[in-house]
C-alpha cells in the first residue's frame, strides 16, 4: 500500500462499492445515472475503482479494500491561557463522551492548577507548553485512550439540568475518523515554513526541524521569528527538500496516484 497525495472523492468511498466483483454503477451511486457515471468515472481516475463494460451495462468494483491506514488520532486543542477558556470544557466533554479520537489533549501556555484539571474530563490530558524551555513540553497529566471503535454520544446541548445527546454508531465514528485523518494528511507534513534568517538551520538530527542558533533550540517560525527578533539576520531561509524526507519517513508516495491504472483479475 502507499500513500498518495492524489484525492479519493468522498462519494466513491461513502458507496457501497463491492471489493472484486462488478455490479452496475446506478446500483451503487445514489442519483440520477449521469452522476453516478460521474461519481464512478472519478474514482477510476484516481485509480481506487475499476470500471468498465459488461451486457452493455458500465459495471465497477474496488479491485482492493480501502486500507486501514490510520494508526492513531490524537487530538490536540491549543489554549494558551486557561483563565480564559471559551467552550473549552464543552468541546472536551463532547471529543471524551463521542470518541472519535484516541486520545484528546489540552496544549496551554497557563500555569496548570487543580482547579483547572477538576473542570477537564478525566480522560483529556494537559501540556503545559513554554517554547523558552529547552523541552517546550512538559506533561501535566497523560490523557487516557477514548473507545475509538465502539458508540458514542455526540453532546448536541447543555443546559443547568440535561444535557441533550446523540447516540452515534461506531460505523459513523470509523467515517469521521477517515475523513479527519485524510484532513489530516491532506494538509501535508511538516508545515511550518523556515525562517529567512542567517541564524536558521534545520537541526542536525535527520529531520527538518526549525532551528535556531542563536536560541540553541527549535523555535516556532511563525510566533518567534521575524525583524523583531534580536538575532534575526536577513537570509534566504534554509534549503530543505520535505517531499523527499516525507518519502523516506512515512509511507507516503509522491507519485502514486496511479492514474488511470485499472487492476487485473489476478489481483484475486
Ligand atoms: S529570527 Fe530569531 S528566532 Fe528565528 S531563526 Fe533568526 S535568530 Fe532564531
Redesign the pocket.
Known sequence: MALTSDTIPRAVLDAPVPVGTYERVTRVFDGPPERARAVADAGAETGFLDVTRRDGQQVVRQPTRYPEWIGGLVGVENKPDLERPGGLSRQLRHDASLGVLDYAVVATESHVTGAHLNRLPDAVGVWRVDFDRERPIRIVREPERLDAAGPGLEVLDEHAARTDVRPVSGAAKARQRRQIAERAHGKGWRTFGL?G?????TGDGGVTL??????DRV?D?AR????D?????DADPPAVALDAERERRTRWERDAGGRHRQAGLDQF
Open positions: 525562517p534568517c542567517a541564524r536558521a538551520s526549525p532551528y535556531c542558533e542563536h536560541f523555535v517560525p518567534e521569528c521575524g525583524t527578533c534580536p538575532g534575526f539576520a
